[in-house]
Nanobody
Framework: QVQLVESGGGSVQAGGSLRLSCAAS????????MAWFRQSPGKEHEGVAV?????????ADSVKGRFTISIDNDEKAKIVYLDMNELKPEDTGMYYC??????????????????????WGQGTQVTVSS
């Protein structure tokens, strides 16, 4: 059974930093996407960053240069990190970790589409004050 558990959220002032972690267990797929999404009240899930099993790391334009996604990957478990720097009030939201099988050569077309991910964590809240 696949389980994703996020941690590391909190409250910071604008300009500060946070590191989010997502512990993924039970996920045996060797060809995968793992992503961070965020959601603010009244808004849809927004894809923030993706890491692909071959090492690619696309980012949303709104976080490029400020956020970094990385992974500790071994046979038993994966831990996906999101290092967030230069945080802004508009980065506030619930941050979710998600995982999905990488679908062929067109995976990038849906990498930031929440509906295309089957596995989700419970979320961790990030609040950035001005």
């Amino acid at each position: 059974q696949v389980q994703l558990v996020e941690s590391g959220g909190g409250s910071v002032q604008a300009g500060g930093s946070l590191r989010l972690s997502c512990a993924a267990s039970g996920y045996t797929d060797s060809n995968w996407l793992m992503a961070w999404f965020r959601q603010s009240p009244g808004k849809e899930h927004e894809g923030v960053a993706v890491i692909v099993s071959d090492g690619l790391t696309p980012y949303a334009d709104s976080v490029k240069g400020r956020f970094t996604i990385s992974i500790d990957n071994d046979e038993k478990a994966k831990i996906v990190y999101l290092d967030m720097n230069e945080l802004k009030p508009e980065d506030t939201g619930m941050y979710y970790c998600a995982a999905e099988h990488r679908r062929g050569s067109t995976w990038f077309l849906s990498a930031f589409t929440a509906q295309d991910y089957n596995y989700w964590g419970q979320g961790t809240q990030v609040t950035v004050s001005s």
